[in-house]
């Protein structure tokens, strides 16, 4: 009995550090490594998500049940990511686009949806811990069954779509984004 809890007690010491040397990489570090950085992909126009066409248009929920409507967004330049909080690039780059929202929000006329592809298979209370760890503010939508996932041919996550003013899909970027890469990305646009 005593070999079993001292077994347990090693355990619990080696998760929590390997848990604290993480958190330590992704807070001290915060740079993701130019090997893994996003890459701009070309979009195929077999399947309608060519550059400059309208972006398709969906309505997806928040975390308190209010809808958002992408093309709602007309008129702002839209980084549209799709996530997961079990993805490890995913959370090497959150800090980045919240970093960004804060920063850009007004000066680069720019909103950041999230849509979190985990919903049909996680607790909701799951995400809500993500978002609260890391202290993200701009809206996150919930994806209940794949269905804009699928309209925006997701494969490899995160993927994230930037949109122009005009609501047109301008670039498909695969990968996780720094603060640099994104800003880079979305000032390009008219």
Known sequence: ?????????????????????????????KKISEQVIGKEVALDETIGLEKGNIAPDFTLYNLDGKPLTLSDLKGKRVVLNFWTTWCP??????????EYYEKYKEEDNVEIVGVNLTYDREKVERVEQ???????????????DGSVASQFKIITIPTTFIIDTEGRIQKKIVGPLDLETLRDNVTQLD
């Open 1 to 29: 009995m005593k070999k079993n809890i001292g077994i347990l007690i090693v355990l619990v010491l080696v998760i929590t550090m390997m848990g604290t040397y993480i958190k330590k990489e992704l807070d001290e570090g």
């Open 130 to 144: 993500f978002l609260k760890s890391y202290n993200i503010t701009f809206p996150i939508l919930l994806e209940p």
């Open 89 to 98: 690039p995913c959370k090497a780059e959150m800090p980045h686009m919240q």
